[in-house]
Each structure stands twice: as structure tokens, then as C-alpha cells.
């Protein structure tokens, strides 16, 4: 999931993301308009595309804020995860022997079941279910458990039946969905459709449509984008000009000023994407800061870390610039390393002994029960 809700340009999350529709691939708007500058196609598939192809997908950028602001939370629970240990053999022997022993020994499968259906209902209301579903679940874990008492004879169902109100009180009311299959009922205002459980929901939605696409289209042409500029034909009159049009300096060489207006043009377009478009003030600022960031990359450029090669050097003579780098720096390399292989050590530490915990655990348990 991480890895389908990153940009294929930039490998981050995608800000204001938007889809080609001839190929259905995803971007982030403003690095796929820097790219369809350089080269007018999908850097995935190479197929055929512009500016104007580009179109919003509200549902990612959703689904984005969702993702992060539980990130965290899905991070810590995987680290946490111990090892699944496996259950000993003297647990198993008396739950797999207890199926034909008299009531006693019954009283095991039916535990099992009830706590594995438990289990089932926690994980479904931490993956966000309805309430809808998660009753359709419990009804068909129900339903199982009648399946397997029929097995046993009636006495066995009324031993279940007592032990488990619950599951009684399903069964006299079961569900349209394990029954009779998922009931539709067609919506009286759009005709489509819709399962019954879900039809209060759909109504409201359908009611309050259109005032939702009227709000939608007027956020969505709230600032027309800036169409592209022939740069050779403009005099540095015309080009200052634009520029002051939009806040920006008009220091700097030709080149300088063409490169700022169309980092400008990008980022203001891409903006225009957004249901909430940042200020053109606030597009400058960050646009200045960019350029600053840049002047100070080239300044700091050349230095004694940095490796340089010419067009004329063999490979060989490249081996041996890189053969002196590796030797020169082999401190270094062996330091991260190091700091590398401690962490996994510890991380694998961790997990050991919060695997064995749980395992001891585990093992007091079973006399108990």
C-alpha cells in the first residue's frame, strides 16, 4: 500500500495527485508537469500525452491523508508483531480427542470457536467495518458453528445452544445476507440499485448531490492555470515584464529569468489542480526558497568529496578514480556499516525477547486452561 500511494517521479507521497487518462497512471501534478516539459510522454509507458490530457483523482489524495495520519500507528504495529509460536503438542492432543467424549470434553471446540469469533470481530472493527458487516460476519461464524454441532447429534447443539446465548439469538434471526443473499432495492431517485443495508446512506448522498457539484466546480475554477510562453520570441523587455506581473525578481541573466518563470508556471498550475490552491504570494516565497537552495548546491559543488569525470576519460582511468574514492573513504564506509548492523541487532533483539515473553506466556496458560 505504501509503495502504491508513492509518485513515480519523485517516490513520495503524492501531493495534489493526477491521472493520465490514456494509460491510468499517477503522479504528482506538479512533477509530471516539470517532466512533460522536458518530454511530452508517460514516464511509466512512454505513451503520448500534455498538459491539457492531465486530469484530478480526488479519491488518491484521500486516501494519502488517510494513509499518513495512520502511518505511525501501522508502522509501530508491525514492529511490535512477535513471531507466531506454535502451539505444543499437549494443547492440541486433548482439543483434536474431545470431539466424542462426552460433555466435558465439548466444552473445547465450542471455546475455540467463540474466542476465534471474537478475534474476528476485533480485527474487523480495527479495519474500520461497518456495523452492517460486522453482523453478517458474526451470523456466518454462527452459522459454521451450527453446521459442525449438526455433526455431533442434538444433543451436542443444545450443549451449544446453552453455552452460548448469543449465538441462539442469531439463529433464530438470521441474516438476509447468509440466507436469501444481499437484498437490492432501487433508489427512487437515481433508479440504481443499492443494497437495502446501504440505502438511508445512498439517499442522503443522492439528495445533496447536486449541491456538492455546484461547490466542487466552483473550488475547481477558482484560478485558471497559465498557459506556456515561446520564450524566443519575447524580447527581455516582455520577459521582465511577466515577471513583474507575478511578483517575481527580474535579476539575473536571460537564462536565469526564462528558468524562474517556468518553475513559476509549473508550480502556479499545479496549484490550480488543488481544491484549495496556495496563494500566488505563498507560490513566490516558495519559489525563491527553491532558488536560493539551488545557488547554494552549485557553489558548494565542486569539492574534494565530489567525484568529476570528463567525456575523454577511458574506463580505466574512471576504475582508478573510484578505486582511489573507495580507499580514501573506506573508514567511513566501514563506520555506517557498523551503525547499520547494530541497528538490525538490536531491532532483532527486541523482537527475541518480546517472542519468548509471549511464548512463556503462552505455555502458563495451558495447565491453567
Do not use: P, W
Given at each position: 500500500v505504501d509503495n502504491l500511494l508513492r509518485c513515480g517521479i519523485c517516490f513520495d507521497y503524492f501531493s495534489i495527485a493526477v491521472i493520465i487518462p490514456q494509460c491510468s497512471h499517477n503522479y504528482c501534478s506538479l512533477?509530471?508537469?516539470?517532466?512533460?516539459?522536458?518530454?511530452?510522454q508517460c514516464p511509466t509507458c512512454c505513451v503520448a500525452v500534455s498538459e491539457?490530457?492531465?486530469?484530478?483523482?480526488?479519491?488518491?489524495?484521500?486516501?494519502?491523508?488517510?494513509?499518513n495520519s495512520a502511518r505511525q500507528q501501522l508502522l509501530q504495529l508491525v514492529w511490535d508483531a512477535p513471531v507466531a509460536p506454535s502451539p505444543p503438542a499437549s494443547s492440541r492432543r486433548p482439543a483434536a480427542e474431545s470431539h466424542g467424549r462426552g460433555p466435558d470434553a465439548k466444552e473445547g471446540p465450542v471455546i475455540h470457536s467463540s474466542s476465534r469469533k471474537d478475534?474476528?470481530?476485533?480485527?474487523?472493527e480495527a479495519a474500520g467495518l461497518t456495523c452492517a458487516a460486522q453482523e453478517s460476519f458474526k451470523?456466518?461464524?454462527?452459522h459454521d458453528l451450527h453446521s459442525t454441532s449438526a455433526e455431533f447429534g442434538d444433543k451436542d447443539s443444545e450443549v451449544l445452544s446453552q453455552q452460548s446465548p448469543e449465538w441462539t439469538k442469531s439463529h433464530e434471526k438470521p441474516s438476509t445476507s447468509v440466507a436469501k443473499g444481499i437484498r437490492k432495492v432501487e433508489c427512487p431517485v437515481c433508479e440504481v440499485a443499492i443494497p437495502e443495508q446501504y440505502i438511508n446512506r445512498h439517499l442522503d448522498s443522492c439528495l445533496t448531490r447536486e449541491e456538492k457539484k455546484d461547490s466542487l466546480r466552483s473550488s475547481a475554477h477558482k484560478r485558471k492555470p497559465l498557459s506556456k510562453v515561446v520564450y524566443?520570441?519575447?524580447?527581455d523587455r516582455d520577459l521582465k515584464k511577466k515577471l513583474k506581473?507575478?511578483?517575481?525578481?527580474?535579476?539575473?541573466?536571460r537564462q536565469q529569468l526564462i528558468k524562474r518563470h517556468q518553475e513559476f508556471v509549473h508550480m502556479y498550475n499545479a496549484q490550480c489542480d488543488s481544491l484549495n490552491p496556495k496563494p500566488v504570494a505563498e507560490v513566490v516565497k516558495e519559489l525563491e526558497k527553491n532558488e536560493k537552495i539551488r545557488v547554494q548546491l552549485e557553489c558548494n559543488k565542486p569539492g574534494e568529496n565530489s567525484l568529476t569525470f570528463t567525456k575523454d576519460q577511458t574506463e580505466e582511468e574512471i576504475d582508478e578514480i573510484h578505486a582511489e574514492y573507495r580507499n580514501k573513504h573506506r573508514s567511513e564506509f566501514k563506520f555506517l556499516v557498523n551503525q547499520i548492523n547494530n541497528r538490525w541487532k538490536k531491532s532483532g533483539d527486541r523482537k527475541r525477547e518480546s517472542a519468548q515473553s509471549k511464548e512463556g506466556v503462552a505455555v502458563k496458560e495451558v495447565p491453567a486452561a
Open positions: 512533477c509530471i508537469r516539470k517532466f512533460l516539459s522536458y518530454k511530452t491539457s490530457d492531465l486530469k484530478n483523482n480526488r479519491t488518491l489524495d484521500d486516501l494519502v491523508k488517510s494513509f478475534e474476528a470481530c476485533a480485527s474487523a451470523t456466518e461464524e454462527h524566443n520570441l519575447l524580447s506581473e507575478h511578483g517575481l525578481s527580474t535579476f539575473g541573466t
